[in-house]
């Protein structure tokens, strides 16, 4: 029996994607093509390997069977992928990575600037996801680094997701901006001083993130430490969406440092406050037991160069 490794691997992307057309997606072929490479390899081993009774494909049990083996195969193809590389130096060949959009602008985009210098046959691939689906495509293969963000109060990252491994990248402490025209002389309403403090700001609107979001879970902790009830005269996700509100005079907000990039006339910002936390920005990966691969170590070390030229901090619990 002659079995193709080419063809265990459609196998294996149909095992971690479950199903045809996220494995097509994954493998960069058509839906056409897998069926095909799958039933020649059913009749290489003379016996089914999918189950194609049910509305969604699965495999039977020698499915799995070879579909595991698979799984070890490219394990040490990517172990093989790993020694090469550290052995030369040279990092060639695609990675992919996935963030959300002000570290994309901010940390991902100077940081593959530096990659192409360094390592010029590095073929960096973006995507902007994040979240539940971002998690998912990285489990499964579809992505090889994802840029995510984790609301932090301490010093101390939560745990990383299930079967990933987080590599810190930096702590983007939250600020408060207001409205560069709040801050000018005689600008303040009746009864209402200047804002100079966060206790200046009890009166006035706010352009506030949703309650489950990081800025919005930010708000409530200042609020609460200075004993007022946020006047969430507006609500926005996105942060250029939030400074245009404040700029327009609308209300004060919290961004994380990061968020502001450039310093604006428009806008005035408060020192960070303790009470108010960071968010920890981190790369995740699949777990491997070799360690790292090269490539994606690569882009981490270019990540944590950016952000410390962005000026942010360093995590505490960053050991290099």
Known sequence: MELDPRRLRVLHAV????????????????????????AQLEREVGQPLVDRSRRRVGLTPAGQLLAARA?????????ARRELATASGRMTGPVVIAGFSS????????????LAARQPELEPRVVELEGPAALRELRTGGLDLVVAEDDLVGPDAAAAPAGLTAAPVADD???????????APGSAAPGSPAPGSV????????????????????????AAQYGFTPDRAHTALE????????????GAAIVPTLALGTARSDLVAL????????????????????????LTDAVVIALREAATAAGLQRPAADPH
């Open 173 to 183: 402490e939250y600020r408060i901006v207001v409205p560069a025209e709040w801050s």
């Open 15 to 38: 095992a971690v994607r479950g199903g045809v057309v996220d494995a097509a997606r994954l493998l960069h072929l058509t839906p056409s093509a897998v069926s095909q490479q799958l």
């Open 271 to 294: 020192p960070a406050l303790p009470v108010a936390g960071h968010r920890r920005i981190a790369a995740l990966r699949r777990s491997s037991g070799p360690g790292p691969d090269p």
């Open 239 to 250: 942060f250029p969406t939030v400074l245009a509100l404040v700029a327009a005079g609308l």
């Open 199 to 222: 206790g200046d700001l009890a009166d006035r609107p706010w352009v506030a993130g949703p309650p489950e979001s990081a800025c919005g879970r930010a708000l409530e902790r200042i």
């Open 71 to 79: 799984e070890r195969i490219e394990q040490e193809l990517a172990e």
């Open 103 to 114: 570290a994309i602008c901010h940390l991902l985009i100077p940081a593959l600037r530096q």
